[in-house]
């Protein structure tokens, strides 16, 4: 297994999902010597199979990426301070993907950059008391470039003309939105009846042939599920590819990173990585001049807990005590619809309009989110959203189901979690993985202030919607619950002062000059937008770092 | 599965999703997919199940004196009704639905009747 890896790398990137990929690949390209670990297996379009039990949309009994579910538990303390042993695809768990590509094999793919004000949101909105909510140290203008290279270099369809002013865009996206649909045309009008500005929604997904793979087939059945005609974007299909064709970078699958190895002066030298093979365990440790960190936020914090030594007690880039903390990822709020006339077209990915209206400056609320149409469903998912006056059983049930699932409307949206450094993750101190190492723990919830705001965004929701005169309008009581899952982040925060976070503005942990984190985990706070653009941007600034110091 | 559990469970679905123009929860194939669930990811709902099962005959036996088999439909619906506020019954539900409106691959959605039932547009070939 060790044949063919260098004695020493110039780097370890670990994680192969969206920041993992961009980092590996910038490096390469410099003509830097990359090991890129990732735990999970590449899987190919026909072995993510399209059950609707068992997907990263609904994983009712498994999901569609993961292949040990015995392996891998993690403890989850819920709210009233009950644990659970859980296995990856149950709720709580909090899971993204365990595949090479990570979350971006199997994700919707909406590309949001972050608002201006979602980087100072302290300096905005104050701190509520017993929250983290706090500044980032870098701005959004110090973003921007990297969001534009993102979105060039992947592949980002979106349309300029009506985009936010306040992200104040140099070039337009690089491929068209996808076309209108009998929801964004209805959608469109209860909005300028309203008054408020509605877009087109900006996918990591091609509208047209772009960088050597076909357009989107507009298949009904996108998000938690691999793309048929590769027309989605992930780490998978564009940057991973372009780093190992540079002969610079080797990738380890099915390969989970151990430990950071330090010296006996603290220094970051290396990873330990362990590998199960016929029954057995195989270890082994790596060189290199300096590790990147993109496990995602629950898994990085993970590592830098267990990495401890006698130089670092409690984990590197946590004697300030934040790794681990601040664990966020989104409450969900909208409402659902039965409208009068037929919506459904069959076209995916059918999230095509969205208001960002909402994500500030609403009355007396921290934050608010966007509010957007769905991803379209699958029959199984539309009989979960039943309102509560509907019959489940007998003739009267499926002739609802039968009526109403051309008629589903539902407007959501992401709510801009106010963190709370209680929302967290730890060692467990007695259940282990399958090398016999602490596995992670995860307790807390977000911040009650996120509930103020979802109730707020709820109303909104539920105005978009009765403009569109339908049948009937509900919605589901979000719940104050740790957040994270699929848009985890804030677990190793960045800041500008050392006792405030664990990374500087470019990704580097605090006290160390060659350990860095390039996913998630950098968000000091997640915005009311789907996470992942900006997760991409960050990691090419932190590729740019590193690419420059390394000269 | 003996075989009069499985005409009384049967019969139970068969009230969940009934017959119209489109198939019955066992036409489609419920059977066959509650019976991989309960071997499988499922199997902690046997005893549950069971106890509802006979829950359930008992009542059609309170009630109208006979086996739940052998009551008309709207009969079957009574004795259902007395007793579907429960967890258990809850349960049956949610996993009949799961296997009517799922992929065929999982059993319970045969030549997926229920998708061109409900006018979704299916999967990519």
Not at chain 1, 100 to 110: A, D, K, M, P
Not at chain 1, 165 to 187: E, Q, V
Not at chain 1, 193 to 208: R, Y
Not at chain 1, 508 to 513: E, I
Request: glycine share 10%; with cysteine.
């Amino acid at each position: 297994m060790s044949q063919g890896l260098r004695s020493e790398y110039d780097a370890i990137v670990v994680g192969g999902g969206a920041g993992g990929g961009v980092v590996a690949c910038q490096l390469a390209e410099a003509g830097q010597h990359v090991l890129l670990l990732e735990r999970g297996r590449a899987l190919s379009y026909r072995q993510v199979p399209r059950d609707h039990l068992r997907n990263h949309r609904q994983s009712i009994y498994g999901d569609n990426t993961t292949t040990d579910y015995e392996g891998h538990p993690r403890v989850f303390v819920d709210p009233a301070g009950r644990e659970h042993v859980l296995k990856p695809h149950m709720g709580g768990y909090h899971l993204n993907a365990m595949t090479l590509g990570g979350g971006t094999r199997v994700y919707g793919g909406q590309a949001w950059r972050f608002h201006p004000l979602d980087f100072r949101m302290a300096s905005t909105y104050g701190v509520p008391k017993g929250s983290s909510l706090a500044d980032w140290p870098i701005t959004y203008d110090d973003l921007a470039p990297y969001y534009e290279q993102a979105e060039w270099e992947l592949g980002v369809c979106g349309d300029h003309a009506t985009s936010l002013p306040a992200w104040k865009r140099n070039k337009p996206y690089p491929m068209p939105p996808f076309p209108d649909s009998p929801s964004s045309i209805a959608l469109r009008k209860a909005a300028k009846q309203l008054g408020w500005a509605t877009q087109p929604v900006p996918l990591l997904m091609n509208t047209i042939p772009y960088n050597g793979r076909a357009a989107c087939i507009q298949c009904a059945n996108c998000v938690g599920q691999a793309c048929p005609s590769d027309g989605k974007v992930g780490s998978q299909n564009t940057v991973i590819p372009r780093a190992l064709k540079t002969g610079n970078c080797d990738l380890l699958l099915e390969t989970q990173a151990e430990r950071i190895d330090t010296d006996d002066r603290g220094r970051v030298i290396g990873v330990t990585f362990v590998r199960y093979e016929d029954g057995q365990i195989h270890r082994t440790s790596v060189r290199a001049k300096r590790v990147i960190l993109s496990a995602a936020a629950v898994e990085t914090a993970r590592l830098l807990l267990t990495s401890s030594s006698r130089h670092h007690p409690h984990g590197l880039g946590n004697h300030s005590d934040h790794v681990g903390r601040h664990l966020q990822g989104h409450v969900y709020t909208g409402a659902h619809a039965i409208t009068r006339e037929v919506m459904y077209d069959g076209k995916g990915p059918g999230v095509n309009i969205c208001t960002l209206k909402f994500n500030h400056g609403n009355p007396g609320i921290i934050g608010g989110g966007l509010l957007a149409n769905e991803f379209l469903k699958t029959p199984f998912k539309f009989w979960t959203e039943a309102p509560g006056d509907v019959p489940r059983w007998g003739i009267k049930a499926k002739q609802y189901m039968r009526n109403n699932f051309t008629r589903a409307e539902h407007v959501q949206g992401p709510i801009q979690d106010i963190p709370s450094p209680d929302a967290r993750v730890t060692l467990d101190p007695k259940v282990r993985d399958r090398f016999g190492n602490p596995v992670a723990r995860l307790s807390g919830t977000t911040h009650p202030e996120s509930i103020n705001a979802s109730l707020y965004m709820h109303e909104r929701a539920r105005e978009w919607l009765a403009g569109i005169d339908p049948v009937k309008i509900w919605a589901f009581r979000p719940q104050l619950a740790l957040t994270g899952g699929q848009h985890q982040a804030g677990t190793a925060r960045m800041s500008a002062d050392p006792k405030a976070g664990v990374t500087d503005a470019w990704g580097r942990v605090h006290g160390h000059d060659n350990l860095y984190v390039a996913d998630g985990s950098l968000h000091v706070t997640n915005g009311g937008f789907n996470p992942v653009l900006t997760i991409f941007a960050l990691a090419y600034r932190v590729a740019d770092g590193i690419n420059k110091a390394a000269r | 599965m003996d075989p009069s559990t499985e005409r009384i469970l049967t019969a139970v679905i068969d009230r969940i999703i009934p017959e119209d123009d489109y198939p019955s929860a066992s036409q489609a194939g419920c059977i066959e997919f509650l019976r991989r669930l309960l071997a499988s990811e499922e199997e902690a709902f046997n005893p549950v199940l069971s106890r509802l099962l006979y829950d359930i005959n008992t009542a059609s036996h309170n009630t109208i004196g006979r086996d739940f088999v052998d009551l008309s439909a709207e009969q079957q619906d009574g004795v259902l009704r007395t007793l579907d506020n429960t967890p258990a019954f809850h349960h049956l539900v949610l996993l009949t639905n799961e296997g009517y409106y799922a992929d065929p691959g999982n059993g319970g959605n045969r030549d997926a009747r229920s998708w061109e039932m409900v006018g979704y547009k299916g999967e990519p070939s």
